[in-house]
């Protein structure tokens, strides 16, 4: 639906030229003009945020993403990521947990929470 996914990978490109401003304005115009809510334009909204210091509200992003699809891969990586990296290890480990569980999971970063998840039992 209007090329959502297009729109992602375009937010990702700016992001990667280190334009975070054009990428989060296209972000949030992409958001605003997509009329199915995607869970990817608002990921990569949540990861511009992150790398321009907007810890708060990429958090939010975030969420709105997982509240699209609960069941999004990138979406349950994405929130326990900042839940962690904000202090928040109960709801880290929640979402790492659900992230574990998810088919659509990539093997190195599986891996890479699995043991993050360990930790964070480990130190409870």
């Known amino acids: 639906p209007r090329f959502a996914l297009a ?3 375009k ?3 700016l992001q990667e030229l280190g334009r975070n401003a054009i ?12 009329p199915d809510p995607s869970p ?6 949540g990861r511009v945020l992150v790398m321009m ?19 999004h891969a990138a979406a349950q ?3 326990g990521e900042v839940l962690d990296a904000t202090g928040d290890k109960k709801g ?8 574990m569980k998810n088919p659509g999971r990539t093997p190195g970063d599986a891996r890479r929470i699995r043991e993050r998840h360990k ?6």
């Not at 990817?40 to 909204?45: E, G, K, Q, R, Y």
């Not at 930790?119 to 409870?124: D, I």
Request: aromatic content about 8%; charged content about 20%; overall charge negative.
């Open 119 to 124: 930790q964070l039992q480990a130190a409870q």
């Open 23 to 34: 990428a989060l304005e296209f972000a949030e115009g992409s958001i605003a003009e997509v």
């Open 40 to 45: 990817d334009l608002h990921i990569v909204l």
């Open 53 to 71: 210091g907007k810890v708060r509200e990429a958090r939010a992003a975030f969420e709105q993403a997982a509240a699209i699809d609960g069941d």
């Open 92 to 99: 880290a480990l929640q979402w790492y947990g659900r992230y």
């Open 77 to 79: 990586l994405a929130l």
């Open 11 to 13: 937010v990702v490109c």
């Open 7 to 9: 729109r992602a990978a």
